[in-house]
């Protein structure tokens, strides 16, 4: 025993004294890259290792260990990392490119964390299957930690061997393609493995399993030495070109357009980004996932533009969940867009700047408008961080503005603690718009505790009933009333506390750990304060040593409905009234390694004046590695007694082939009976150079009884260049 704990006290020394000394040295040469790490350079830098584990137990170091070494020439940044595996076989769950669920968590992957501006602000994501299937992304800061953004795209390669039970990586990433300053020589990285067979992450610099695997606040800091001043090719202009043929069977409408595009990128500096886009078309964005909604308000789904992607949480993190001045998809969803510029990045270590201007088309009933919006976010301390933004939302006339607007001005202050166990955010912002005044302002206030095996986090909000944010998602502001059929606006005050405890089983073969109490509270009161709801969420949840699951729910909900409410959509409307339900729900999720995933649950309870019952259950089926198959069904049944009763049903599948990692084909089948919709999206999709496409996508629209209401298919074709 004492010799064990010696030799993990002198790895750990050594680890926090070669760490001291972490850096990226110049070497101007360059490699082939084919995953066989051959070249004498990498047989003569320094490595990197004693990765330590992080899940199913985050306590000493890895079993099976992982070498990485990194250099750059001045134009690439170049990694080789080595995992030490015990086992010939891999695991692979998709090739798909972008695909985090199943190419990075459902394989057997590297992955790299590159904060560039070393600000623990954001920072790039780069991870390569033992496939060779790549992810990227962006993570970004949202208000309790980060975020990983992977619709975010950029040009790198990556390659991938196999010697007896080590499995090679070698990555390949453009200088030019990463935000960063000369003078800066300091950058924020971190690397993590993933091994899908032994159900483990393992991670370089060591992160307690209450933070997450991206968290850029325990990224070790590596000096890069010799960084370029300029970067050798600063354009990429990728044009495009889109045919789509489209038919409201309904309508006896046919349509069939012609469309080409041009989406430029421009390197003002290193770390200053300038991007335009010229009668975009997004045809090849994958569709949204449906969602039965019980609620009375709108549900948030997110950006998959690329525009709005580059340095995309200097916009997106403006406000706060469920009140957000700033939601990009507004832009463009009634009419289509002409033209988008955006400057975004660093003009200093510490100052981040972010520039948009956006107009669309009239079309119709739409008149054209200009979307605009400036921040500015600058780290006033290690601890601080402040945001000031304006958005603004004008009608225009042949690019002229004309009276309809609405602006929205605001700052924002994060705090940060040092020992990393206290978040902080302030937020204010007030909205102008013509013909309103008064209660139009927006306040919060939050804070968030996290340590091992408890989080507890408290915040307070209050907005007005004409904080109007055109651009904005602020579903809970606007109230439909089903008696009248009319939307009232209506300000409200929110307090939210939340708290969670966690036991874990380091020395039990069956336990992982237990999380004993999970508790939740929402509160509303309206404008008189006077209270509206209170919803509350209690969980307890046992998790075996495989990492499978199986939990127990209660939600509590009490609401003072001021306004009628028709779950059923049949026009029998529930009444303003008092309410007060209690419903349950049991559920079990199965471990995520096995070529068979399951997810199950059942719920019970009261529904305002009635029951609701729900089951739901979800598969996915892995044949490994050329397809990957999904399924899943929920059924709600909804009886409110003398307003009548309804079973929903919602029905998805996903198919995705492999045929490499450049091309695969993914469908979509979709039903849900409560908005009527049969829905088959199906998209064969050909990387035939980096970032260079070509897409074939149909999409077939039916109501629930199979009856065709649309149809269409569409061909895209881009070419990116770099100069």
Known sequence: MSRIIITTLFFLFFSRIHGQNSEITFHDLSITLDGKLDETIWKDLPEY???????????????????????????????????????????????????????VVGSETFVLILDTQHQQ?????????????????????VND????????????????????????????IPLKNLNFKTDNDQFGIQFYVRDIKKNSWTIFKDVSRNYRLFDLRFTESFRINNLPENSNSRFAVTPSVTINHQEDVLSDIKETTFQP???????????????????????????????????RFSIFFPERRNFFLENADLFSNLGIEGINPFYSRRIGSRSAIQFGLKLSGNVSPKTRIGVLNV?????????????????????????FTATGFLINRQQTDNFNFVGNYNRVAGANLNYKSTNNRWIGLANIAKSYSNGEKGDSNFYHAGIWYNKRGMFWNA??????????????????????????????????????ARISLTKFFQKSKKLNSYRYFLGRTFVYWDEQGKLQQTSSFLNQALFFKNLSAMYISLYHDYVNLKYGFDPLRNGNVLVPDEYSFLRARIGFNSATNNKLVYRTFVQYGQFYNGTNTTASASFQYRL?????????????????????????????????VFFNNRLNWTTYVQYNTQIDNFNINSRLQWEYRPLSYVYL????????????????????????LDF
């Open 697 to 720: 996508v149909v999409t077939d629209n039916f109501n629930q009884q199979i009856n065709r209401t649309n149809w269409g298919v569409a061909f895209k074709m881009n070419y990116r």
């Open 49 to 103: 290792t004693n990765f330590h584990n992080y899940l199913p137990s985050d306590e000493g170091l890895a079993e099976q260990q992982t070498k990485v070494k990194i250099f750059h020439n001045g134009e690439y940044l170049f990694v080789s990392a080595i995992y030490q595996d015990n086992e010939t076989r891999a695991q692979i769950s998709s090739l798909k490119r972008d695909d985090l669920s199943n190419t």
């Open 359 to 383: 107009q669309t088309e009239k079309d119709e009933d739409e008149d054209s408008q200009n979307y605009a919006v400036l921040v500015g976010e600058q780290q006033l301390s290690n601890n």
């Open 121 to 141: 602000q954001s920072a790039y994501y780069f991870a390569v299957n033992i496939g060779a299937a790549q992810v990227d992304g962006l993570i970004e800061r």
């Open 145 to 172: 930690g980060f975020s990983i953004n992977t619709n975010w795209n950029t040009v790198w390669n990556a390659k991938t061997t196999t010697k007896g039970t080590n499995k090679h990586y070698e990555i390949a």
């Open 624 to 656: 490994l590695p050329f397809a990957n198959l999904q399924a899943a069904y929920e059924i709600n049944y909804l009886d409110l007694n003398e307003l009548g009763k309804d079973t929903f049903h919602l029905a998805r599948f996903t198919g995705e």
């Open 459 to 496: 915040s307070l909000r209050t907005i007005g009933r004409n904080y109007l944010t055109d651009v904005g998602f602020t579903p809970r502001l606007f109230n439909f009333d089903a008696i009248n059929q009319t939307v009232v606006r209506e300000g409200y005050t929110q307090a939210t």
């Open 261 to 295: 595009s041009l989406d430029v990128q421009y390197n003002l500096t290193s770390s200053l980004k300038l991007d335009a886009t010229i009668n975009p078309d997004f045809s090849q964005i994958d569709v949204d996932q449906q969602v039965t909604n019980f609620t």
